[in-house]
């Protein structure tokens, strides 16, 4: 596991949307000395199944899985996240609904 690598893991059935969700994730702040990278999967049986096999696919400790069409606007975002965790080790997950 790599403890510095964040990975946005996303089903997607829309290329439009792909493209647009992606012009956001450009726009985050990255915090030093990590990587970022995003996982695309396309034609999962099920959102679950998707979400699954993008798991298989990367080493990064910090992973967030996402539909194509989340936008995320909050330019801090990766830097809040990582606050979250860093400040109360007994919290491993975040969501959103």
């Given at each position: 596991?790599?403890?510095?690598?964040?990975?946005?893991?996303?089903?997607?059935?829309?290329?439009?949307y792909?493209?647009?969700?992606?012009?956001?994730?450009?726009?985050?702040?990255?915090?030093?000395?990590?990587?970022?990278?995003?996982?695309?999967?396309?034609?999962?049986?099920?959102?679950?199944?998707g979400?699954?096999?993008?798991?298989?696919k990367?080493?990064?400790?910090?992973?967030?899985?996402?539909?194509?069409?989340?936008f995320?606007?909050?330019?801090?975002?990766?830097?809040?996240?990582?606050?979250?965790?860093q400040?109360?080790?007994?919290?491993?997950m975040?969501?959103?609904?």
């Open positions: 596991m790599d403890e510095k690598k964040i990975s946005f893991i996303m089903c997607t059935n829309n290329e439009y792909m493209r647009e969700c992606r012009l956001y994730l450009d726009e985050l702040i990255i915090p030093d000395g990590y990587e970022v990278n995003v996982v695309e999967v396309t034609g999962a049986k099920s959102m679950a199944a979400y699954n096999e993008g798991m298989r990367t080493d990064a400790k910090y992973k967030i899985y996402m539909h194509q069409d989340v995320l606007i909050n330019k801090s975002f990766l830097i809040d996240l990582l606050s979250v965790f400040q109360d080790a007994s919290i491993g975040a969501g959103m609904v």
